[in-house]
């Protein structure tokens, strides 16, 4: 990209470098829109504000998987591991030196481990453990902004 300025009567040609955020922001919405079957995303949510990652980038993930695209996401982001709907969710937990794997959903409120089906954990209680500041942040968020008992 180039961008041009007059100082003093005369222009000059600099070239614009955009921001990480603006170049994210722009391979993204050229990437989503490819015509493709199945789109890999590590952490798309990096240097983007949260504002365009629910306007922006949470209901392209949600229109992609309702044309039954396969889209695998890797991220920390709450508004995108919740509110996307996955069907399937990964969870790799570091216990004694090891990685273990655990595959489930939020419609079943399970993770289940790939090496030991007897092995499960509560989907819920991990997510709110791994994504963007656990529990605390949750409620936290809860009692600013207000919580709905009815």
Not at 73 to 97: C, E, M, Q, W
Request: no cysteine; aromatic share 8%.
């Amino acid at each position: 990209m180039k961008k041009t300025f007059t100082l003093s009567g005369e222009v000059e040609a600099s070239e614009y470098v955009p921001s990480t955020g603006e170049a994210t922001m722009i391979i993204l919405q050229e990437k989503l829109n490819d015509r493709k079957n199945i789109f890999i995303l590590d952490e798309p949510e990096k240097s983007l504000g949260n504002t365009y990652v629910n306007e922006i980038i949470v209901p392209k993930l949600i229109e992609l998987g309702k044309m039954k695209k396969t889209v695998i996401v890797v991220t920390h982001n709450a508004n995108i591991a919740v509110r996307t709907f996955p069907y399937t969710s990964i969870l790799k937990v570091y216990d004694n030196g090891n990685y273990k794997t655990y595959v489930g959903n939020p419609f079943v409120d399970k993770l289940t481990s790939t090496s030991n089906p007897d092995d499960t954990l509560n989907w819920k209680e991990e997510s709110l453990r791994v994504l963007e500041g656990g529990e605390k942040a949750f409620e936290e968020r809860g009692e600013i902004y207000g919580k709905n008992d009815s």
